[in-house]
């Protein structure tokens, strides 16, 4: 079945710099490619999502890209700041599921 | 417009006990799903619901059993609670596929 494969697993970066997170994905009909934060204690929440159409999607300080020849994607921080600190989960889906396939998570720390 | 509204926020259970988590949504979403978290880790799919009268199961169903009788409410039991049950419960839902989750802001359960 579908598998997505997240990392790092734990990134660590100085406020102010960019922050880089990639998953994989398995399935070649996935169309679709959420992101989610997740802050501590609280439920994850859609920040960007991009799909097969698109190569690449910006949002202020956050971008994603996606490269479906490799099938990976990538979730681009820029300017990190304090409250960017949070568990990053990327997914995927293709039309024929009615679930996404998440990956394990990223937790981004920004150190000051 | 409440989004999805999870109750209760937390509980306490005995080995043993049953009990009912509720799923609300007021968007008119046609899917909805039941993951758990345990502390750390990522999301787990529990069971799921492609519309109403609907249900299917997930990465981890044994132990629990869902129902969806009207298509705003989908409802998580536990027959017989286990300390491994022990875990943060969200709900989420979705109009379509190829659409991002709302999620709930969980429910805290504790099994001793």
């Known amino acids: 079945g579908e598998n997505v494969e997240q990392h790092p697993s734990t990134l660590s970066v100085q406020e102010g710099d960019s922050a880089v997170i990639k998953c994989t994905y398995s399935?070649?009909?996935?169309?679709?490619f959420p992101w989610y934060k997740q802050e501590l204690g609280k439920r994850p929440q859609l920040i960007i999502d991009?799909?097969?159409n698109v190569g690449e999607k910006k949002d202020q300080r956050i971008a994603v890209t996606l490269n479906k020849t490799a099938k990976h994607f990538s979730l681009h921080i820029t300017e990190t700041q304090p409250e960017d600190s949070a568990v990053y989960f990327c997914?995927?889906?293709?039309?024929?599921?009615?679930?996404?396939?998440w990956g394990a998570g990223t937790k981004l720390i920004i150190k000051p | 417009n409440a989004g999805v509204t999870q109750t209760p926020k937390f509980r306490v259970l005995k080995t043993g006990q049953s009990m009912t988590l509720l799923c609300a949504q007021d968007?008119?979403?046609?899917?909805m799903y039941w993951y758990r978290q345990d502390p750390g880790m990522g999301l787990r799919l529990i069971h799921y619901?492609?519309?109403?009268?609907?249900?299917a199961k997930g990465e981890v169903p044994d132990g629990y059993n869902v129902s969806r009788l009207k298509k705003q409410n989908f409802l998580l039991g536990l027959e017989s609670a286990a300390p491994s049950q022990t875990s943060v419960y969200f709900c989420?839902?979705?109009?379509?596929?190829?659409?991002?989750?709302?999620f709930g802001s969980g429910t805290r359960l504790t099994v001793v």
């Open positions: 989420a839902s979705r109009p379509d596929r190829g659409i991002g989750y709302t």
């Open positions: 968007m008119n979403h046609e899917y």
């Open positions: 619901s492609v519309g109403e009268g609907t249900t």
């Open positions: 399935d070649s009909a996935s169309n679709y």
């Open positions: 991009i799909r097969s």
């Open positions: 997914a995927a889906s293709a039309w024929s599921n009615y679930q996404l396939i």
